[in-house]
């Protein structure tokens, strides 16, 4: 079970920092949430792999840590803040530079109308 939960941790990794790599906004943001899905699963995983204990000290000879799941907790909610902010602004780059590449470089179109290939000289 451990071997197929750090093989899942570090598949989300290596796709989430592959997808980090591309130059397009939405396979920027789909790299960040995956690689935080991987840290989740990561700091849920440094609890202990337990089902059926009790989450408290004291009432059971085993038991399970809490504070992962805590750190997990609210990772997802500030994951889900940090998506939300990112897809907006990814948004508004969009309608403001008519192009989705993050490094800021803008791709050369063609002009679009017979009296704009005239004036540039098409």
Do not use: C, W
């Amino acid at each position: 079970m451990e071997l197929l939960f750090a093989l899942v941790i570090g598949a989300l990794t290596a796709s989430g920092v592959y997808l980090l790599l591309r130059a397009r906004t939405f396979p920027v943001i789909m790299g960040l949430t995956l690689l935080s899905y991987g840290v989740n699963l990561f700091l849920f995983a440094s609890g202990r792999l337990a089902t059926g204990q009790q989450p408290v000290i004291g009432t059971s000879a085993n038991y399970t840590d809490p504070l992962p799941q805590a750190l997990v907790l609210t990772a997802i909610v500030i994951g889900f803040a940090m998506t939300a902010f990112l897809v907006v602004l990814s948004l508004r780059n969009l309608a403001d530079n008519k192009n989705d590449h993050v490094d800021g470089q803008r791709e050369k179109t063609p002009p679009s109308s017979k009296q704009e290939r005239e004036v540039t000289g098409q």
